[in-house]
């Protein structure tokens, strides 16, 4: 394959004749009130998807490196690929793409794995198109990476990895995609712990109905929060960060949840939740040195729950491309 690895520059993509390549940052779904419907980018990590313009209209996955090897081949069942064989049919394209891919991305943590591979995918396809995607077509291939993996078709990994920030997915049929402002110097601390759950299995323990007045304290929540970012009304933010729709039926999955979010509230942290499904856990923090002690405090209380984690920090803001 004629990699284009060795003419990148950073995040920059690249485009040369028939190879591409593109960069797409994980990402925090739900971002606790939000869910499958908010989303915020985490630009820490991220998958890259290096693609070759091939003769015939098929799809090829070449090699899977990285974090994560043990991936299915077949096209149909690829989260990265998924999106391009709907790409090809829709458009009737004569050509195809052999795609290698880098995962940066741990499988089942709940960091928007799925969406990076299938997001960096569409990206670097686009670039070899006669006439490049827009977004919110770029968008709804990549959803289609979404639904190989979960199930279910939700947004909010694919926005926020795709346009960056936090956004709100309002609706996907017609596209309805909001971004939301983040106040100044918030920073995103995310820990996993050495253990995988699987988004489809996830998504099974959160019931079909629940009391209204679940509904009506999650609405408000998430309106709070929505009103907090815009207004950068930090309390606002804090009082309103509290999943009582999603959180509850989940929390059981996750060895030391409930001892890992009070540290990182203890800490100082904003709000602590689920990152998307599972079992990683962010927090919120205000400013550098809060999110330093919020870090520290829950990869030891996930220690003390006898889980090994990776952790890191990255303030919001950076638009990866
Ligand atoms: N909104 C999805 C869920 C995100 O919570 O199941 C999956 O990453």
Not at 76 to 93: F, H, M, Q, S
Not at 183 to 191: D, K
Request: glycine share 10%; aromatic share 4%.
């Amino acid at each position: 394959m004629d990699r284009s690895s060795d003419r990148l520059d950073g995040d920059r993509e690249v485009a040369e004749a028939d190879v591409a390549s593109a960069f797409a940052p994980a990402s925090i779904g739900n971002v606790a009130v939000g869910y499958d419907a908010l989303g915020c980018v985490f630009p820490a990590v991220g998958d890259r998807v290096h693609i070759r313009r091939t003769h015939t209209p098929t799809v090829r996955i070449e090699s899977i490196t990285g974090v994560v090897t043990d991936l299915p081949r077949d096209p149909v069942k690829n989260t990265a690929t998924k999106g391009l064989l709907r790409l090809i049919d829709e458009r009737e394209l004569s050509f195809g793409f052999a795609l290698a891919i880098e995962k940066g991305v741990p499988l089942g943590s709940g960091m928007g794995g799925s969406a990076a591979s299938a997001v960096a995918a569409i990206r670097a396809a686009s670039q070899l198109l006669d006439v490049p995607l827009a977004p919110d077509a770029m968008f709804r291939y990549a959803l289609q990476g979404e639904a190989v993996a979960s199930g279910a078709l939700h947004g909010d990994n694919v926005a926020p990895s795709l346009y960056g920030g936090l956004v709100l997915t309002r609706a996907l049929d017609p596209l309805d995609v909001v971004p939301i402002p983040i106040p100044e110097r918030i920073r995103c601390v995310l820990v996993r712990p050495h253990m995988a759950i699987e988004t489809r299995a996830a998504r099974r323990v959160v019931p079909d109905a629940v009391p209204l007045g679940t509904t009506v304290q999650h609405s408000a929540n998430l309106a709070g929060f929505i009103a907090g970012c815009f207004q950068g009304d930090l309390d606002l933010i804090r009082r309103s960060f509290d999943d009582v729709l999603v959180e509850p039926h989940r929390a059981h999955l996750i060895p030391g949840f409930r001892s890992v979010q009070a540290a990182a509230r203890s800490a100082g942290a904003l709000g602590c939740s689920i990152a998307g499904a599972g079992p990683s856990l962010f927090a919120w923090c205000h400013g550098p040195d809060t999110a330093d002690r919020v870090q520290a405090a829950m990869v030891e209380a996930f220690a003390n729950a006898g889980m090994e984690t990776d952790a890191w920090t990255t303030g919001l803001g950076e638009t990866v491309s």
